[in-house]
């Protein structure tokens, strides 16, 4: 994939939204990374790290008698996250330009991984099970990895129920498939585990409930702000569902019922 086809992007307005995201998600990232007992000087690849918000999650974690590996496709989110990593002071993160889908030859001459944790990435990628063995391959034995991204995509809705919300699902879905991806990844991701020698321990389901007032309400409003234009731009959408949609969402906004997420799922597997 070369950075034009990453669907949502890698202008400004995604990294602020990847940004919000890390915050908003934090709690769950920083839960997983402790049931999946990442610890301190542990060696950590972060696969399709995106600006590196949760790289320096991880970083923070092993602290600098450990490292992270931040691997990603886009040049642009590369050089924002060296650019923060020295900012911060943080010496033990390290960036990579490369596809997931080959990370054998990113992380060719690389000792073992301890730790490996790949966030809403496997989905937009044609060949998840190429990364899934290419993260198998670079873990130690006992080496954990630690997988959030989504199953059921369609659990994203408006509720009450509005048109021009399942309108939009639906063309996000078919949009994000006809690019290779998989909004729905998350059901593929046992069976890959298991033929690439990963042994599942953990899996749970987050679904977020948001009203107007509350902070997580930002996600799916941002996400809708920044990505309902788009769908309009590539004729997904007419202009008129997406002038209905932020509509829609503004009477959440003004408490007038409430968004269900989309469901994230959490795997935690180890190399045997
Ligand atoms: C939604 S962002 C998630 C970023 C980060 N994991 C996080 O949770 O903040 C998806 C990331 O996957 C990257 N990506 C997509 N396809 C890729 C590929 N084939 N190889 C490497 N990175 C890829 C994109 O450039 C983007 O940074």
């Known amino acids: 994939m070369t950075e034009r086809e990453y669907v949502l992007g890698t202008g400004d307005d995604e990294l602020a939204r990847l940004a919000l995201q890390n915050r908003l998600w934090g709690d ?8 999946a007992e990442l610890k301190m000087g542990q060696r950590v690849l972060d696969v399709g790290c995106g600006p590196g918000y949760a790289s320096f999650d991880l970083a923070d974690v092993v602290t600098r008698y450990g490292s992270v590996l931040g691997v990603d496709e886009s040049e642009t989110f590369i050089e924002h996250a060296t650019q923060m990593a020295e900012a911060r002071g943080i010496a033990h993160f390290q960036g990579a330009v490369g596809d997931v889908q080959e990370l054998d030859a990113v992380l060719e001459g690389q000792e073992p991984f301890d730790f490996a944790y790949a966030r809403w990435v496997l989905c937009f990628v044609p060949d998840p099970e190429a990364v ?5 391959n670079a873990l130690a034995p006992g080496g954990r990895l630690a997988v959030q991204d989504y199953f059921d995509y369609n659990s994203m809705t408006l509720v009450p ?7 939009a699902v639906a063309a996000t879905m078919r949009l994000w498939s006809g690019r290779g991806g998989d909004p729905d990844i998350g059901q593929r991701l046992p069976a890959m585990f298991e033929k690439h020698g990963l042994r599942l321990d953990d899996v749970r389901a987050h679904l977020r ?13 941002t996400w809708w702000h920044s990505f309902g234009p788009k769908l309009v731009a590539m004729g997904e959408l007419a202009q008129s569902d997406c002038d209905e949609l932020i ?7 003004n ?5 269900q997420c989309p469901a994230v799922y959490e795997f935690i597997a180890t190399k045997i």
């Open 28 to 35: 769950v990232s920083a839960k997983a990374f402790r049931r």
């Open 132 to 136: 899934v063995r290419g993260i198998a």
């Open 161 to 167: 129920r509005r048109r021009s919300h399942d309108l």
């Open 209 to 221: 409930v948001a009203r107007g007032s509350d902070t997580m309400f930002a996600w799916p409003n």
């Open 247 to 253: 509509d829609d969402l503004k009477k959440i906004e």
């Open 255 to 259: 408490g007038e019922g409430f968004v």
